[in-house]
């Protein structure tokens, strides 16, 4: 049984940044894509960034290029969301979502292909 807990989100003024650290615990293995997706009140959870296992092809959401970058350290079993040039529109909750294996840059978007996720932490951006 894997466990995921999300750390880091906060109330950040617009421009701001924010780095979530997600922490893997409990049976473990190197060898999962990893994804961060959020959810604002009334609306439907969404895709933000997803790494692959080595952590050599991220991807992410349009609302996230040039602003997110995510990454990760294997040796941690820790993923990461670094968040910068924050708007109000990125208020959400944040949740990490794990697979195992490999997935494709399509299916690595895909809310459905995930079975272990996290609590979530609220990260609100004032304007």
């Known amino acids: 049984q894997v466990k995921l807990v999300e750390s880091g989100g906060s109330l950040v003024q617009a421009g701001g940044s924010l780095r979530l650290a997600c922490d893997a615990s409990?049976?473990?293995?190197?060898?999962?894509?990893m994804a961060w997706f959020r959810q604002a009140p009334g609306k439907e959870r969404e895709f933000v960034a997803g790494?692959?296992?080595?952590?050599?092809?991220?991807v992410y959401a349009d609302a996230a290029k040039d602003r997110f970058t995510v990454s990760r350290d294997n040796s941690k079993n820790t993923v990461y969301l670094q968040m910068n040039s924050l708007k109000p529109d990125d208020t959400a909750v944040y949740y990490c979502?794990?697979?195992?294996?490999?997935?494709?840059?399509?299916?690595?978007?895909?809310?459905?292909?995930?079975?272990?996720w996290g609590q979530g932490t609220q990260v609100t951006v004032s304007s």
């Open positions: 790494i692959s296992p080595h952590g050599d092809t991220p």
């Open positions: 409990g049976r473990t293995s190197t060898v999962v894509s």
């Open positions: 979502a794990l697979v195992p294996g490999y997935t494709t840059a399509k299916s690595i978007r895909d809310r459905r292909l995930y079975k272990t």
